[in-house]
């Protein structure tokens, strides 16, 4: 068999003439990053939501010159720096396999703000496969390596909420007006044809046809757009050239999606991932950034156990025990009242009030106290709130916080007048 002929490293699409190099970031080629480090914080927290309550979806450009405008969230590091993500989708059930559908489960979709570092997309072009994304090396260093991305640039907690992402493969449409369909540029099909499935990656690149949908922020179009530029390089995407297996997608510095050789270094890799939203307790606006979020996530080595409860009027004491392997990083017990019942999952904005327990000084075992607020003077514990407890490892202003699923403490008769 005759390989194809090689051809240089200028996009076959012919798209643009200039290069845009890497210098801007210094990268390396290699994702690993060694353990993520946390920096524990004690301190005043204020959430915005239950869940993601609070943080909206992208806006569709309106422009080739609008930027992306939408609401991101900061989610693991590299090289121990906070990693920024912009949420294309803040509820999702499009990468769900069946058996999650069936379930009722979502998602948050989630696609790097910047390009991290610079890899080949294929180490050898000569593979007969050398442009599919599941056979690629950029797949292994992302997601199976034990250096990869996965297991380097997460906390445990944090690539525990990755979810495995599940869509099949589906033809790109340029002028379908089937419901849900994404239409892209002529010259976007004809170049890939087909989007690429995914098959429960956690770690993934995002395809030609999501970085050409509105509702998740991008420009249909294949001209210059600023929309799809990011921060210090071109950038791979998982969309194999449908002509010649030696190219793969790239975005290019000034937003059009071309063509490059798999086996190019200088291509820098933009992760994308969904996370459960089971996972996510409470999110919180980074104060710094009006548009910025981090969130609270479920952290199964984390627990608590309330005593017995005691109640003044509507000052309630509670006594507590923190468990679990990571109890030593809890930092404070957060109290939850809320209208309804708490599920994993909970989704809201308003019916809930969240306060920090008060004690005099920090223990994993003590007793701390909350004030019941005057909106519920007239209203029955048990029967119109519930009230729950939970352990809260709270970090730095741009890492994610940690907690233990909310314990509910049962209904307590005041013993003095009042409430």
Not at 336 to 357: N, P
């Amino acid at each position: 068999m005759i390989r194809k002929q090689r051809k240089g490293r200028i996009g076959v699409l012919k798209l643009l003439a200039a290069v845009v190099l890497l210098a801007v970031i210094g990268m390396s080629n290699i994702p690993g990053m060694g353990m993520v480090s946390i920096v524990h914080a004690e301190g005043e927290k204020t959430i915005t939501g239950l869940g993601t309550g609070a943080i909206g979806n992208p806006n569709a450009p309106e422009r080739n010159d609008s930027p992306w405008s939408g609401s991101y969230v900061y989610y693991g590091k590299y090289e121990n720096n906070p990693v920024k993500y912009r949420i294309l989708d803040a509820s999702t059930d499009r990468f769900n396999s069946d058996e999650e559908n069936t379930a009722g489960i979502k998602k948050m979709f989630l696609d790097c703000d910047s390009v991290l570092f610079a890899d080949t997309f294929r180490d050898n072009w000569e593979e007969s496969d050398a442009n599919v994304w599941k056979a690629s090396d950029l797949y292994k260093r992302l997601n199976t390596d034990s250096d990869s991305l996965l297991n380097t640039g997460f906390t445990p907690t944090e690539s525990n909420a990755i979810a495995g992402s599940y869509i099949d493969t589906h033809a790109l449409t340029s002028d379908s007006t089937e419901p849900g369909a994404v239409n892209v540029a002529v010259r976007t099909k004809d170049a890939f044809v087909n989007y690429t499935a995914l098959e429960g990656e956690k770690i993934f690149l995002l395809d030609a046809e999501d970085a050409s949908n509105n509702a998740y922020g991008y420009s249909t179009t294949n001209d210059p757009v600023e929309n799809r530029i990011k921060a210090g390089s071109w950038w791979w995407l998982r969309s194999p050239y449908s002509s010649n297996d030696i190219f793969a997608g790239v975005v290019v510095g000034n937003g059009i999606m071309d063509l490059d050789d798999v086996d190019y270094p200088g291509v820098g890799v933009s992760p994308a991932f969904n996370v459960n939203l089971s996972s996510v307790i409470f999110s919180s606006l980074i104060s710094s950034e009006s548009d910025s979020y981090k969130l609270t996530l479920k952290d199964d080595n984390l627990g608590i156990m309330s005593g017995s409860v005691t109640r003044d009027g509507a000052t309630i004491t509670v006594p507590y025990t923190i468990t679990g392997t990571n109890a030593s990083n809890a930092t404070q017990v957060s109290v939850l009242v809320m209208d309804g019942e708490y599920s994993a999952g909970t989704v809201a904005t308003s019916g809930y009030t969240y306060m920090k327990l008060a004690v005099d000084s920090w223990t994993t075992t003590g007793t701390g106290t909350f004030t019941l607020p005057n909106g519920y003077a007239d209203k029955t514990w048990g029967t119109d709130y519930r009230i729950y407890i939970l352990a809260e490892d709270v970090n730095d202003e741009k890492e994610t916080d940690y907690a233990s699923a909310p314990v509910e403490i049962k209904a307590v008769t005041a013993s003095a007048t009042g409430y």
